[in-house]
């Protein structure tokens, strides 16, 4: 007798749950699959607006091209033609004691691949410079465990490349002061910099003459799109083809239907499935599926799994997260004084305000905003208070942070202003973060049918989604494939 057709469970339409569906039904598993997404909308994060010209980015703006993932699946898509890379040139600048500072030309991950651009730069003093020097002779320093970023680089580099570069850098990428964000999960390339290079910063110039030789043997005339990407029609996009993907490949999407709990079953896992109906849900009954994937923020996939899996949910619960707000504001250009060439500004957490970050969006891709618009996307600080304000408070912050840092005219209203936040959205990478993922993987090896992907996990960019979604898919296809195997090839234990 032949087996009935395995059902899979794929908990969130984010970017991981898209990917993690798509992948499980393009395998040859047979699985029938359904995506349950508590919201009205499809792409969690990714939320994509156009109005009067403007193309509005809510959430993530761009794909991060060293990681192939992204790129590979807009190109399986059909979306290979809309890859845009960033408008030239692709500078970005430190708010540095109330003026704008390039950031040195040849910077790489926070180290320099270029000598001259940051020895010329007034970003820092020459005692500075100097501190930072000592790297070169410096022993390894790292310990074995995992520690801060911070205090790795302030070791061998001082506090001001910390404060005024690193922090904003990458800090600011993963809403965590950089003194708590872990080296191991976020940047292991610097345990691996010091490791073959014992200094840093000859482990940067030689990264740096190492892209530059790759930078020789491309065709005469071939421009690279840049290490970010993005697509003509915006993120949103990418979400949309793949909502056309799954209908093709049929998928069961669900909008609107929270899922309201997850239970052991013999053949897997019983859920119950909600709706915009309560007093229906009250007498639905549960499904029965073979395997589920929680693409879900940790702390929602700790509250399915506590019944079951106490040790899972403790784990889960153990991994922080903030709120992301990101205030977007539209300004004629005739009001803005300041010239912008490049792509926006950091500014680093010493030089306290609401605002961590601004992006010139009108400047930095193509085709986001008429010719005379200005086009900004503010980033609120995720310490404090900040986060607890009302949106038109927040909104207040952006735009005096934008109108004195860019000389925008008195008393020019912004055409726009938007805020979009995304509240304990934002997984915080605390020093012993892989050790807490991996507590929660070995905790779910109790329930195999159960399995987590996204970004609370193993990395909070697109691709990295990505990446999680279709691993997960790849382990559950290899569950129902070991369950459908014949009992004679099956090993003995």
């Known amino acids: ?9 794929v908990v969130g339409g984010g970017i991981t749950g898209l990917a993690a569906a798509r992948a499980l039904a393009l395998a040859r598993v047979g699985a029938r699959v359904v995506l ?11 939320s994509t607006e156009r109005t009067d010209g403007l193309l509005l980015e809510h959430g993530p703006d761009s794909i991060l091209a060293t990681r192939p993932a992204g790129a590979a699946l807009v190109r399986e898509l059909g979306l290979g033609e809309e890859l845009t890379g960033t408008l030239d040139p692709r500078a970005v600048y430190i708010r540095h004691r109330g ?6 030309e040849g910077l790489g991950l926070v ?4 000598f001259w651009p940051f020895a010329r730069t007034s970003l820092f ?4 410079k100097v501190r930072m020097a000592k790297d070169v002779v410096w022993p390894r320093l790292l310990p074995a465990d995992d520690i801060a970023v911070g205090t790795f680089l302030r070791r061998r580099l001082g506090s001001a490349i910390v404060d005024r570069l690193a922090g904003p850098l990458v800090g600011g990428v993963y809403g965590t002061p950089i003194d708590e964000l872990s080296l191991d999960a976020v940047v292991p390339q610097l345990r691996k910099a010091e490791t073959e290079h014992r200094s840093l910063l000859r482990a940067g110039l030689a990264d740096g003459a190492a892209m530059r030789a790759a930078a020789a043997k491309r065709p005469p005339g071939a421009r690279s799109m840049g290490v970010f ?6 993120m949103g996009s990418l979400v949309d083809a793949l909502a056309r993907s799954l209908s093709d490949c049929g998928v069961d999407v669900r909008l609107g239907a929270p899922v ?18 309560a007093a229906a849900d009250a007498d639905a009954p549960d499904e029965v599926f073979d395997a589920v994937i929680l693409a879900v923020p940790a702390p929602s996939a700790a509250a399915l799994v506590a019944p079951e899996v106490p040790a899972a949910a403790t784990a889960l619960r153990e991994i922080p997260h903030g709120t992301s707000i990101l205030v977007t504001l539209a300004y004629p250009r005739a009001a803005v004084a300041a010239r912008l060439v490049g792509h926006g500004y950091l500014v680093p957490p010493s030089a306290g305000g609401a605002i961590s970050a601004c992006t010139w969006t009108s400047e930095k891709w193509p085709g986001r905003a008429p010719a005379d618009t200005v086009l900004l996307r503010m980033f609120v600080r995720d310490e404090g208070t900040w986060t607890q304000l009302p949106d038109d408070e927040l909104a207040e912050h952006a735009r005096r942070d934008a109108e004195t840092t860019l000389r925008i005219a008195p008393g020019a209203a912004p055409d726009l202003v938007r805020v979009a936040r995304w509240e304990g959205a934002m997984p915080r990478y605390t020093v012993g973060h892989l050790a807490r993922v991996a507590a929660v993987e070995q905790a779910l090896t109790a329930w195999p049918s159960v399995t987590v992907a996204g970004a609370s996990y193993r990395g909070v960019g697109v ?31």
């Open 111 to 114: 180290l320099p691949t270029r």
């Open 1 to 9: 007798m032949s087996r009935p057709q395995p059902r899979v469970l």
């Open 463 to 493: 691709p990295d989604c990505i990446a999680q979604g279709q691993a997960a898919a790849s382990r559950v296809a290899e569950l129902l494939s070991a369950r459908e195997a014949p009992a004679e090839l099956v090993p003995a234990v």
């Open 260 to 277: 309201a709990s997850l239970r052991r079953a013999p053949s897997g896992v019983l859920a119950r499935l909600g709706s915009a109906d």
């Open 36 to 46: 349950a997404e508590a919201a009205p909308r499809l792409g969690g994060k990714i």
């Open 125 to 128: 003093s020459w005692p500075e």
């Open 229 to 234: 990407v993005s697509l003509r029609g915006g």
């Open 99 to 104: 003026r704008l500072v390039p950031m040195p």
